[in-house]
């Protein structure tokens, strides 16, 4: 506490992320990082910026990047917000969209920026508890609010609500805006992008840190009508005119143009989600549904804090949410095969 911060400081409880460790050669499947690096093409890419390219400011609306988001996801360059991680993405909804009278609705179990975002812009919000399975129930999405926020997969679960479950929401609440954060979607979801032409209160966000293997680039992405977009760009604009470096915006147009390895990259984690979970199950983990990169797991038999802190001694780093309703359960991100086996043995052990 210092006499010199200001009251809004003062009441924060800023976000903790996982912890990023100096020591290579832990086990690390703490923060969701896609266990493979990014097409060849992104490191060309940033192997062909000049130096008086790095001289100049970068394109403050990041044109040509907009341009590719609008071309991959079948959208118009308008209908596509672009910022510094979906962090930055994130926090802009907040203040230009989520800001109402009324309370802002999202999971009680779920991404834990929200409440500290909320806490930041002065956003009322309530949590709505997910079903005892940790399904999102549609129908608990109604009555009056100041809008609607819902990671889809969710997150921490990694439990997905179907575009029928989106459509329903969507439906109930034609006076909010309602966002679907889909930081996981591409490891087995259906998005909700193909919804924006139906609802012009929808909105999409997306980030290249998961799924395309480039959470050190920071890109992320918002997508929705143009009035939505529209009020993201007046507070961007007001905030940072230049939230993407040139290096950024030319290795994530590169990153768009080689989908194949994308899909293929994608594929090889969802493939390493359903050998490990089997595994897991086998050793007597409940492991729920998982449509991410990461499964959500607990051990009927152990403490998930105490299974926790033994996996750091042996150099495997996952992550524990001392939350209620999930401080049972263990978060492990999809590592590679080998990196998934290391865990399954060292989970061996400690059980036996
Ligand atoms: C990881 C994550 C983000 C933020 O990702 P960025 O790296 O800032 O793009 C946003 N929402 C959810 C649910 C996430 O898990």
Redesign the pocket.
Known sequence: MSRYWSDVVRQLTPYIPGEQPRLNKLVKLNT?EHPYPPSPLVLDAIASVTGEELRRYPDPESTELRRAFARCKGLQPEQVFLGN??????AHVFQALLRHEHALLFPDVT?S?YPVWCDLYQVCWRAVPLAPDFRVDPADYRGDNGGIII?NPN?PTGVLLGLAGVRQILEQNPASVVVI?E??IDFGGESAVSLIPEFDNLLV?Q????SWAL?GL???VAMGSAELIDGLQRVKNSFNSYPLDVLAQRAAVAALADDDYFRQACQRVVKSRERLTAAMGKLGFEVLPSAANFILARHPGRAARELFAALRARGIIVRYFDRPRIEEYLRITIGTDEQCDELLAALGELLA
């Open positions: 969701n991680g979906s962090d930055e993405v994130l991404y920026f990671p997150a954060d930081a996981y966000v980030t290249m840190s998961k959470a920071r890109v992320g």
